[in-house]
């Protein structure tokens, strides 16, 4: 491509402006909708996927390793913001404070595995997703986590004000997202994926990189567990912990296509609208579908729904 | 109660390395993660149950119908995804995500088909009472399960050293490269290697209703992880170096239910988790590792 030196400021700054304005496009109808459609919590379940999926988006769409544990993070944020407000009885904002420290303590524990190849890596972070699990459902510990039998914060119930604090933490999210785009970090991150190797004898800090976006995604995965904590307020470990968080977040990641912020998007308002219109009657056919779905991506559209328009020299944003 | 706990884990051990030794298989020959593994394992557990409710087929012959119809399933699924897979820039990490939609629909087909319900087979099937060994009394079924795996353990040791085919295969898993160059049929090789990875994973599956307890459709998950466990400890690439992660993995698996029994549900995790990070380049063997 010819771009003369005065044309691409220009052409950065409109791709910047394209980015920012879906972003905050997105946030605006998820904080308006609740005055318009009433299933409120079906709301908060889209707002809590399109979360997810960003925050998978920026550890795998950005370095390629891919969390198949990334519910650990979730569940953890979750955990942290119920034992906060059950032993602590702190306000609902702190415990949520104590969610994000319990997925970035989990995360901090977890870098080692990052010495590991990719699919090592995956497999090793499903395992650990499990064992925090186990460890938290065990019933030897019920005097603190109350074990399998679930806990119940039925003094911190506050729809609105939970929906409201996952819609900040979705535009957040969003917004992270739009950095890491069109930031020099998120380039030196697409370095990285790329080839770690030759990134690394160009100056790129790889495990510092690496570390950050690894933190970021945990961040709000823990978020987004402790407003679904909050938001649910009776749930079980089975529950928090459920693989399927990890399985919907990276299938819709990958069905719109990873490392672009439409992708996810897409994924999450295709797939979970699809889900929501079969799925919850009959799980297995839905989960035929996105097994299928899966199988059929990975041979045939690697990258994603957005790869139809990027092949074609269009940029998505 | 010591003594029990580790001959009862030498013969869990036979069995998870038979749980292993397939996956293994597969990744040794074709540097590839059959993350449906389990869920091959789970369908091997349902033909069994089907044959012997409704026939009364004995679970050895299910085992031989399930080898048979098995490596023939495994050849065609080799030859629609594989190839494909192979040629990818990054085939090991795309394998993992197939694979994995892979294992949903088969899950989601087991359950339209079978319904979500537990199924078991009377223990009874495999022998009637218990069976007296170094002064230990053990459910016959289960030192029925470990022969078949040490059988299907010393079929496959056969296969890959006393035969042609398994010298060719050892040869595409030393390198694939070199293997093709010298004019051996490399696609065909791995797909038999394919079918019989996942026939040994149907094989575990005629037996886990005796050993791991009833069965559903939604068991692949956890299997996998076990199996992984195994063949981590183990040296991944190697079949045989299963053997030495199942009796790990049996024999610990033992000692915790007997000592620590609330917390045995951790062991397959942290034993992965643990050999993965402390040493993975001696485990993972001198192919798998890149620059």
Redesign the interface.
């Known amino acids: 491509m010819n771009v003369t030196p005065e044309a691409r400021p220009v052409n950065a700054r409109r791709r910047i402006l394209g980015d920012l304005l879906l972003a905050a496009a997105v946030a605006c109808v998820m904080a308006v909708a609740p005055s318009v459609y009433s299933n409120q919590l079906l709301l908060f379940n889209f707002v809590m996927f399109l979360t997810l999926s960003q925050g998978l988006n920026v550890i795998y769409g950005f370095t390629?390793y891919?969390p198949?544990g990334y519910v650990g993070f979730f569940g953890a944020g979750a955990y942290g913001f119920a034992l906060a407000v059950m032993h602590l009885h702190a306000p609902p904002l702190a415990a949520m404070a104590a969610g994000a420290g319990a997925a970035l303590v989990l995360a901090l524990v977890l870098t080692?595995?990052f010495?590991?190849?990719?699919?090592?890596f995956?497999?090793?972070n499903?395992?650990?997703a499990?064992?925090v699990y186990?460890?938290i459902s065990?019933?030897?510990l019920e005097d603190i986590t109350k074990g399998p039998y679930g806990v119940s914060l039925s003094g911190v119930y506050a729809p609105d004000t939970s929906y409201a604090v996952s819609v900040a933490v979705l535009t957040a999210t969003l917004f992270l997202v739009v950095w890491l785009r069109n930031s020099r970090f998120g380039l030196s991150l697409r370095a990285i994926k790329e080839d770690p190797?030759s990134a690394a004898m160009s100056g790129v800090s790889v495990v510092r990189g690496r570390t950050i976006a690894w933190l970021c995604s945990a961040l709000i995965a823990g978020l987004v567990g402790g407003t679904f904590a909050w938001q649910i307020s009776v749930f079980y470990p089975e529950t928090a912990f459920s693989?399927q968080f990890s399985?919907f977040a990276?299938v819709f990641t990958?069905f719109g296509g990873v490392a672009t912020l439409t992708g996810p998007l897409l994924g999450v308002f295709i797939l979970y609208g699809i889900y929501n219109t079969i799925g919850i009657t009959v799980p297995?056919?839905f989960?035929?579908i996105?097994?299928?779905?899966?199988?059929a991506?990975?041979?045939f559209l690697?990258n994603g729904l957005v790869s139809l328009l990027t092949k074609r020299g269009y940029r998505v944003p | 109660m010591l003594t029990g706990a580790i001959i009862s884990g030498l013969m869990f051990g036979l069995y998870f390395t038979l749980v292993g030794l397939g996956l293994n298989l597969v990744f040794g020959v074709m540097r590839i993660?059959n993350l449906a593994h389990g869920d091959f394992l789970m369908l091997g557990s349902f033909a069994a149950y089907w044959l012997f409710t409704l026939f009364g087929l004995h679970p050895l012959l299910a085992a031989l119908a399930v080898l048979v119809v098995f490596v023939a399933i495994g050849l065609p699924i080799y030859y629609g995804?594989v190839p494909?897979?192979l040629i990818?820039r990054?085939s090991?990490?795309?394998?993992?995500?197939?694979f994995?939609?892979?294992?949903?629909?088969?899950?989601?087909?087991a359950?339209?088909a079978f319904g979500t319900n537990e199924r078991s087979i009377p223990g009874r099937v495999l022998g009637s009472g218990p069976v007296s060994f170094l002064g230990q009394r053990l459910p016959s079924a289960w030192v029925f399960g470990a022969a078949v795996s040490a059988v299907a353990v010393a079929g496959v040791y056969l296969y890959l050293y006393r035969t042609r085919l398994g010298t060719l295969t050892r040869a595409v898993m030393v390198s694939r490269e070199e293997a093709l160059a010298t004019g051996i049929d490399v696609h065909r090789i791995s797909a038999i290697a394919f079918g019989i990875g996942i026939a040994l994973a149907g094989i575990a599956g005629v037996f886990a209703p005796f050993m791991l307890g009833s069965v559903t459709p939604a068991m692949g998950?956890d299997i996998n992880?076990a199996a992984?466990?195994v063949i981590?400890v183990g040296t991944l690439g190697n079949p045989l170096g299963t053997v030495i992660g199942g009796i790990i993995y049996g024999v610990g698996l033992m000692l915790m239910q007997t000592y620590l029994s609330?917390?045995a549900?951790?062991l397959?995790?942290?034993l992965?988790?643990g050999v993965?990070?402390i040493r993975?380049e001696g485990l993972?063997g001198r192919a798998?590792r890149?620059?």
């Open positions: 390629g891919l198949f080692p595995l010495r590991l190849s990719g699919a090592y995956a497999i090793a499903l395992a650990a499990q064992a186990e460890v065990n019933p030897a190797i693989a399985i990276v990958l297995q056919y989960q035929l996105y097994g299928t779905l899966i199988v991506l990975v041979l690697p | 993660v995804v494909r897979l990818a990054d090991e990490m795309l394998s993992i995500i197939l994995f939609g892979l294992s949903q629909m088969i899950e989601a087909i359950s339209i998950a992880v992984f466990a981590v609330s917390w549900n951790l397959p995790n942290l992965l988790i993965l990070l993975p993972f798998v890149r620059a």
